[in-house]
Each structure stands twice: as C-alpha cells, then as structure tokens.
C-alpha cells in the first residue's frame, strides 16, 4: 500500500490531488519535488491503481523518464487534470539555471609546452533531472560538455578540464565561462600560470564506514558485522541466543534536525540536535526520500528502520562488545543524558562517550524507533534467525529510553502507538541490503 504526502499532508485521494494540480507548481517547491519522487519512483502509479484509477496510472507511468524533471511534472500534471495540449499546462514551471544547480569554485590554468589546460571546479547544490550545455570560450575557441545535475551528489566536487593545443603566435588571456550561451564568469590569465588540478571528489568510505553528503550535510554509517548475542537482560525473564547473518550499517548518531530539514523540507538549519516529535508514519517518509535523494550512491542497498534485534546488537556494541551494563560503560552518566544530568531536554549529539563500535548516544538523549510491532514480553521471537515481529499492530517497539531514562532501566524498551510523536522519540538510520517490509 502507497501512503502519498503531497506539500506535507496525507493526499488521500485522487480529487484531493488534482486540487493540489491545479495550484501554481513552482520549480523546486515542496509539491514540485513530491511530484518528481513519487512519479519518478513509480510509487504514484501505483497509488493511482489502489485508487481504482487504472488507465490513469498507466498514463503517468508512460511519462518518458529521460526527460527534464520541469518537463516531467508539466506532463504530470497535464495527463492526471485531463489536458490535452501535455506541456502547456503549467508554464511557469520553468527550466532552472545552471547557477541554481551548480556554484563556480574555481577556474584555473595549467600549462605545458605543448598544451594549455583550464580546469573549472564546480560544486553540485541542488539536484534535478536537466541537463546543460556548460563550457569555456577562448582566444583558441570553444569547448563544451553536457552537464546533467541528477548526476552529482549535494556537495559533490567536479573538475572539468577543457584542453588545448598551445598555439605559436597567440597566448591565453582571457576565458569566458558559459552555460547555454549565458555568461556565467569572465576570467583573466597570464599564460604561464599553472595550478594544481583538483580532481573529481565523490563521498568516500572511511575505514569499512560509510560517509554520505547532501549540501555539506554529513552524517556517517558504521558497520556492523553479523554474528550472534543473547537479546534481552536476565531481570526481564527473557533471554534469547539471536542470530544476524548480514552485515549492516547504523547510524552514528540519531538523525539530527539538520539532516531531517535539509531532506523534508530542502532548507539548511545547522543543528545538531535529534530531531524528535515525529511519529512513525513520518519517519517512514523520510526515510523514502533520504533513498530518492541518495539512489546513486547505495549500490542496492536501502535505508530503513532498524529491527529491534539490530538496535540491540549494536548497542551492544557487535562481534566487539564487552558485556557493559549500558552500551559502551558499566556507568550511565558517561554514555547519556538521563534524569540527572539532562536538565529534562534534549543535547547536542555525539557529546557522551560512545560504545565499542563508536555508536554514540544508543541510551539516553531520546529513545529509537524499531521496524518492529510490540508484542508484549522481550524477545517473544519465533524465530532465533534475523528475528522481526511484523503484525500490523498500531503499537510499534521503542528502544534506548531518553532523556528521563535512569540506572534501573537497562536498555530501555517501550511499546508506543504509530501516531505518537514525543519530545523524547526520535530514529537511528539502518542501512541494509537485507530488507524487510512492513505490511502497514
């Protein structure tokens, strides 16, 4: 089932989506890039199916996909509010610039005895599906290479190099630098000059880590090998001997408010603080988009909500765990916020000490939330083997307590209603090529 949220609200039906349709759509607004993601995903035909809309569906799903997303949402659009004339619907869904989807870092030279080359450093700040005619103009000529925006990360660096054979009786001085004819910076050179090149710098792995960027946003996933543990603690009554047999990544920290703005709502707030007062459903929204934005960087795997038996295997720390109390110490005030230290609210991330597997603020600060549905008694799994509890049920598992957790209560575990949304609740990214699904 296809829960769609258009500019932020649950979009129920087809005549509520129209009414949205027939407002003014502006290029990289919210209800633009909702459209883009659920009609490029698929996922909006899919919807329009559960809605008895077939042939609807299938005409949004014959949207050619290679085309520019301006373009796209205009026959979107066009083809769901019934117009004939595709494409001339909305006219003010216009092409962005070059310099809305690209800043100009740096333009240098280098220079040999037999060739001259200029290298233009461009830095990827919003990313759509157009492409631009991006180049240089000199004394020697012109050199030019299509640039596509859907190809590049937030934040990515590009280097392109635009070469030429030096010749006798002329030098460079001048370079004009352009994109679809349009000037976009005039630089002077003495043709001599040379520079070191800065090559082509995409988000790198660290260690056996992952590090991902959207605009100078980062945040880190650490590695979890699989292995086994006994899930629960002996005051519950339940432990379980708990097999994972795939390796898998989890947030260093829980998602901050910065990461969550900058995917829902495409604005930059520098805070690193937890974002909480969402419920699960919203979550579940956010996580849909962060595997939009990030498609080209995951190699197949997914984003999604830890399972419970993931979050408490990393708590404690994996295959390097050392049996701590709490996860990283036998002491809570080094490893969280908790009622007598946290002043009641939330702090800043990664500011405790963290466990073995350098997973920071796993207890205290705000509890997680679990792919799992709350079944009562820890660790009432069927199965010992990458153990999930799905069961649609509106009650959903909790894990890591908050900021009003204390000693008594070991890696706190709660059951919370879907639709609660606490100053206290917040989520730790799992990232996984074994994927669960959540019939909700």
Same mark, same amino acid.
């Given at each position: ?5 258009? !500019? ?181 050179? !003495? ?74 709502? /495409? ?28 498609? !080209? ?6 984003? /999604? ?86 069961? !649609? ?48």
């Amino acid at each position: 089932m296809v829960i769609l949220y258009i !500019n932020d609200e649950h979009c129920s039906s087809v005549e509520q989506l129209k009414g949205y349709l027939n407002n003014e759509i502006k290029y990289g607004s919210p209800l633009f890039m909702d459209l883009v993601d659920y009609g490029r995903a698929g996922e909006l035909a899919q919807w329009l199916i559960e809605q008895g809309e077939t042939e609807l569906a299938k005409d949004v799903d014959s949207i050619n996909q290679t085309i520019g997303d301006s373009e796209y949402v205009s026959l979107l659009a066009s083809a769901i509010l019934g117009e004939k004339k595709l494409g001339e619907l909305h006219n003010d869904i216009i092409k962005p610039h070059f310099s809305d989807c690209f800043n100009i870092e740096d333009v240098h030279a280098e220079r040999s005895e037999e060739k001259t080359s200029i290298i233009v450093v461009l830095k990827a700040k919003m990313i759509v599906n157009e492409t631009f005619e991006f180049g240089i103009q000199t004394i020697w000529g012109r050199r030019a290479v299509n640039v596509n925006s859907k190809d590049s990360v937030v934040g990515e660096i590009l280097s392109l190099k635009f070469t030429y054979r030096n010749r006798p009786n002329s030098s460079l001085k001048e370079v004009l630098v352009m994109a679809n004819d349009n000037i976009l910076r005039q630089e002077t050179f !003495n043709s001599s000059s040379s520079a070191i090149e800065i090559n082509k710098a995409k988000t790198k792995d660290y260690d056996d880590n992952k590090v991902f960027t959207l605009d100078n946003i980062h945040f880190n996933m650490i590695l979890v090998k699989s292995g086994n543990f006994e899930m629960g603690w002996y005051h519950s009554g339940s432990i379980q001997d708990v097999s994972i047999t795939y390796d898998y990544y989890i947030g260093e920290f829980p998602v901050t408010q910065g990461l969550w703005n900058y995917v829902m709502e /495409r604005i930059k707030v520098d805070s690193d603080f937890p974002k909480t007062g969402v419920c699960w459903k919203d979550w579940h929204i956010f996580i849909s988009r962060l595997n939009r934005m990030l498609k !080209n960087e995951l190699n197949g795997m997914e984003f /999604r909500m830890p399972t419970e038996a993931e979050w408490e295997y990393a708590a404690r720390g994996g295959k390097l765990g050392k049996n701590k109390k709490y996860p990283g110490s036998d002491v809570l005030d080094e490893v969280a916020w908790n009622v007598r230290n946290s002043d009641w609210h939330t702090h800043t991330v990664g500011k405790k000490k963290s466990n073995e597997l350098g997973l920071y603020d796993m207890f205290g600060n705000i509890g997680e939330c679990c792919l799992d549905s709350h079944i009562g008694r820890h660790c009432n799994f069927e199965q010992q083997v990458n153990p999930i509890c799905l069961d !649609n049920s509106e009650y959903i598992i909790t894990r890591g307590g908050g900021y009003t957790i204390s000693d008594s209560l070991e890696y706190e575990r709660r059951g919370v209603p879907k639709n609660y949304a606490p100053e206290d609740l917040g989520l730790r990214l799992c990232l996984s090529s074994y994927k669960y699904k959540y019939e909700d």
